[in-house]
């Protein structure tokens, strides 16, 4: 039988009663036992105490309420590259060179090339803007031009240029969906892009990135003749047959022409670069209207390593700009008295970033127009007006 609890007072009582027995020598009796409990045990069932509460009814309505709202604004965005997908996919076209091989291998004596390519006008004429190396070497009967609607047609003409590798065809016809062109440097880093195009010969495929880098000029191509680059960085997924498809912004309008990756593996890293339209433009009119392309020319030699240390000798806190180091006799740079160690910092009103820059900049600029640059000379920055000549007159 339980003895029941006593209190403190008693059991302190109890206590000095028996010293005081044990004291006089007497052996008191043996004190009932208290049973003693483990504090906080409780009799329930055991518990997960990482396990969050369950939502109640109420709270899993409120929660759909709001996520209903939260996804208004990702299914408008959704809805826009749907428009933008029926926008755009009528004017993209695929296209398949036959050509000649480059280098035969396996006694192979010829090579097929698919890539892309975005339909529009240049002046009365339309045309398939692409890539040169897509269609390099065909002739017009090898190449096909393959529509979305499975329409196949064979360009009336080729235009190609090396420098840039822009090519233009020419197709017969008034009914096709043309696309619109974005103004002349109006990407930033940052803006949302499309690429559509057929990687790996799937045609009219659509990848969505932003556009991670501009002006990028010091590229290693495979094709060596590129020598006027001024590419557009984006992560928009290309692969090998996005070559001459259109990079779009989120207007529809198209800011570049896909052209190359830089890839270890062969297939998409996460670089794609984009001829920027206004250099695209450029090439095509001047191919479409003369057969050729007139660049400018001002007649310097640029110091293709302008560094930190030859340009602190000049009195620059920062190598920018383009140093000249030479000038070519009775060009428009010598006649306006630009001399060695004059560095370039802005042409036709723009900030001048290197020597490639520059050499870009005046080769896209029309000819026998005169235009506005300032040099650093002498810790000073000096304003003067330069005319742009043609290149072909002083390079052979």
């Known amino acids: 039988m339980a003895v029941p609890s006593r209190s403190l007072h008693e059991r302190l009582a109890t206590w000095l009663a028996a010293w005081a027995l044990v004291a006089r020598g007497v052996t008191p009796a043996e004190e009932p036992t208290v049973p003693l409990a483990v504090i906080g045990t409780v009799a329930e069932d055991p518990i997960d105490p990482m396990q969050r509460p369950r939502l109640s009814a109420v709270e899993r309505e409120r929660l759909y309420d709001q996520v209903a709202r939260d996804a208004e604004f990702l299914e408008r965005q959704g809805q826009q590259l749907r428009q933008l997908a029926r926008l755009l996919q009528p004017a993209v076209v695929h296209i ?66 090396a420098g840039t590798d822009v090519a233009v ?105 984009a001829i920027p339209i206004g250099m695209v433009i450029f090439v095509a009119r001047q191919l479409v209207e003369h057969g050729t392309v007139t660049r400018g020319f001002i007649g310097v030699a640029l110091d293709g390593d302008f560094t930190q240390t030859e340009a602190r000798r000049l009195g620059m806190v920062r190598a920018i ?59 000073a920055r000096v304003p003067l007006r330069i005319a742009v000549a043609r290149r072909a007159t002083f390079e052979p």
């Not at 990135?209 to 590419?231: E, H, M, P, Y």
């Open 96 to 161: 398949e060179a036959h050509k000649p091989a480059l280098r035969p291998k396996f006694g192979r004596a010829s090579e097929d090339e698919t890539g892309s390519g975005v339909i529009t006008t240049i002046g009365d004429r339309t045309v398939v803007l692409t890539n040169r190396h897509v269609v390099d070497r065909a002739i017009l009967d090898n190449i096909v031009i393959r529509l979305d609607d499975g329409r196949e047609l064979r360009p009336l003409r080729l235009w190609s240029d």
């Open 321 to 379: 700009g383009a140093r000249v180091e030479k000038t070519t006799p009775e060009s428009p740079a010598a006649l306006i008295g630009i001399r060695t160690d004059d560095v370039v910092l802005e042409f036709d009103g723009r900030g001048i970033e290197d020597d490639d820059h520059l050499m870009s900049l005046v080769s896209t600029t029309p000819v026998d127009s005169t235009v506005e640059i300032v040099i650093f000379r002498e810790r």
């Open 169 to 273: 065809l020419e197709i017969d016809g008034d009914d096709f969906a043309t696309a619109r062109m974005a103004a002349a440097d109006s990407v930033e880093i940052g803006d949302s892009v499309l690429a559509i195009g057929s990687p790996f010969g799937l045609a009219h495929s659509l990848t969505l990135g932003i556009v991670s880098g501009v002006g990028r000029r010091d590229l290693t191509l495979a094709n060596a003749s590129v020598k006027f680059q001024d590419f557009i960085q984006s992560d928009a997924a290309i692969n090998p047959g996005n070559s001459g498809g259109p990079l779009v912004n989120m207007r529809g309008e198209v800011v570049g022409i896909n052209t190359c990756i830089a890839s270890n593996s062969g297939g998409f890293e996460g670089l794609g670069f």
